[in-house]
């Protein structure tokens, strides 16, 4: 069964880290680019990241200079790093293997991971 598993995510404080996985069973996520999104309540789905299947990443404007994002070849994962936590970075946070890291489209989706950073 090919599927998604997002992990890592819990409540923190401002200014505190965090970093989810993205893990796959099934298949290598070797070959695809994989992005991470995220919903905030009553708010629509945005993109956080994405990296390609030859390494090169973007990140969402409000990313920049807080997240990053890798793969594990030897896990099998993609990570999101997150520095300097914010309030508004509240939300579930969704991994998903995208068709191009120049389209939000995506192919498959985990089941989220909520992050919660309140004081």
């Known amino acids: 069964q090919v599927r998604l598993v997002e992990s890592g995510g819990g409540l923190v404080q401002p200014g505190e880290s965090l970093t989810l996985s993205c893990a796959a069973s099934g298949f290598s996520l070797d070959y695809y680019p994989i992005g991470w999104f995220r919903q905030a309540p009553g708010k629509g789905r945005e993109s956080v990241s994405c990296i390609s299947s030859n390494g090169n990443t973007n990140y969402a404007h409000f990313a920049w200079g807080r997240f990053s994002t890798s793969r594990d070849k030897a896990k099998n994962t993609v990570e999101l790093f997150m520095n300097g936590l914010k309030p508004e970075d509240t939300a579930v946070y969704y991994c998903?293997?995208?068709?191009?890291?120049?389209?939000?489209?995506?192919?498959?989706w985990g089941q989220g991971t909520q992050v919660t950073v309140s004081s």
């Open positions: 998903a293997i995208q068709y191009n890291c120049g389209s939000d489209d995506a192919s498959q």
